[in-house]
């Protein structure tokens, strides 16, 4: 099969398009045919080495994939060849063919298209477990979410406001808060442009906000750190500026504020049952049409490097998504 290969750490450019074998599926697994594959921000940490999990070289990149059964191992009845499903792999998406361990592969619903499913389980699972298990949001709080035009970051925004919250969603271009306007968002804020402390001043009557959403990170969680109302929680979810950030914590006295840590890898092995709770409730809202993925583009996967490149340009709104089925009329 076709595969995109990391042989050495280094930049998206770096990366190799190459044909490989793949071995059937083991007794426990499923082997995928792949027709989507999601890009998550993760996933350039990972090829340059600085994730907090480092593959042994070389190793297929990106994991989140949508596709087909194309062949079951022998202790495996959950699933069948033909049936539609998706998958959060962590790595080994940007291939033809996937081998999966069968309890970790979710069946899609019929009206969910691969490009979408292939951006849908890992950044709506990740906010969804930040803001109901991490945060308890309840509805009436206020929750400001940062990024809010990214994968992880629009998720948090739908489900935010689906779960009763009000969202204020903090974005860093113009573009990007004139389109989160265009989906229905109310309270939107340019931080490339406005003061964020001064306008969450403004729209909370000097309050704060209940709990931040942070992908982000650096400066920007400086300054939200600040604009958290007594009792607020602080949801710790990535560092996509680069910078980890410190806290004074006489702010957490101060403000009785929670810092919580968010890491859905970690919650789906220690709490699968939960995960698995979570993901049922997700594709529900999805089947009923209360969150509504975005897929900023869809890239063929010979242009894998465009792809993962586009989340470093800061420019895109939802989820980037390369489409491993186009690879033929493309080759
Ligand atoms: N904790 C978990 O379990 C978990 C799970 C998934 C992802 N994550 C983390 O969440 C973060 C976001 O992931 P994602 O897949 O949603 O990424 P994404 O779609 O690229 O969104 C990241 C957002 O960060 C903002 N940003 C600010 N400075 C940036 C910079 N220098 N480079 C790139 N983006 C920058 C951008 O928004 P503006 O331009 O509007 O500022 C961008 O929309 C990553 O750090 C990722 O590792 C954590």
Redesign the pocket.
Known sequence: MKAVLCKELGPPDSLQLREIDIDPPAADEVQIRIDACG????DL?MIEGK?QERPPLPFIPCGEVAGTVCATGGSVSSFNIGDPVMAVTYRGGLAERINVRADSVIRRPASMPATVAAGFP??YA?SY??LKQRAALQPGETLLV?????????AAVQLGLGMGARVIA????ED?AAALREMGVHDVIN??TADLKEQIKTLTDGRGVDVVYD????D?FDTAVRCIAWNGRLL???????RIPELPVNLALLKGLAVV???????EKEQPALAEQNMAELLQLYVDGRIAPVVHQVFPLQDYATALNA??T???V???VVETGTLDAHD
Request: charged share 10%.
């Open positions: 890009i998550n921000f993760p940490l994730y890992g950044v990740t477990h930040a940062l990024g809010a035009a990214g994968g992880v970051g629009l903090a974005v860093g271009s990007k931080y490339q992908p982000v990170g650096g920007l710790v979810v990535g560092f996509a500026t680069g840590g968010v890491f859905y890898g970690r919650f989340l470093t800061r420019k895109v939802g989820k980037v």
